[in-house]
């Protein structure tokens, strides 16, 4: 079933999943993993993806390595946390496998860099620029295509894969957040609530 968000851990419903169930997995996981937990949630991307799978990530805590593609998202620059040391404004994202690659766009939208402006970070604080997801999301996939990002956070990825004719699955921990997402219509199609004790 898609188009869907589910509440829950990702460590727990990913196993719940079937083998190659959705087509790209497009996704922003927290950045403290410890190398194990890395590594048990990659084999489990692999084995859920029919093709690409694309992750977000720090330079400091690197996804698996080796990847197949490297991309940068160079961040706005801001003057927090430059006291004591220098200031973090790229991020990497990590492409694994092959797929649908769209040839049909103009020549800039493959570059390897991103420069693409988060346009508020009300709704969350590590939200990614909806242009950028945009661009991954019409890059790497066609209409109908399942996108599934087992990390929703604000949803953006879920928002912009819906408007560009893609469906999509999410999972998110945060209640908070989860609910933010149910209670939106155009999100509202299919949800699978987890239990929550005192609900």
Known sequence: MTNKIIYGDAFEELPKMEDKSVDVIITDPPYDFPPGMKHRMHKQFLRISRNWVIVFSPPHNQWILPA???LFWIKPISTKNTSRRYSRFAEMIFVYRDGVWNTDRHWS???NIFTDLVDTSKLHPFRKPPSLLERLILNHTKPGDIIFDPFFGSG???LVAKRKGRQYIGI?????YFEKMRRKDHLAEVCYFKDV???
Request: hydrophobic share 20%.
């Open 68 to 70: 197949d593609q490297y």
């Open 156 to 158: 953006t990825t879920l």
């Open 109 to 111: 939208q493959y570059t």
């Open 172 to 176: 998110e921990s945060d209640l908070g």
């Open 197 to 199: 004790i005192g609900r």
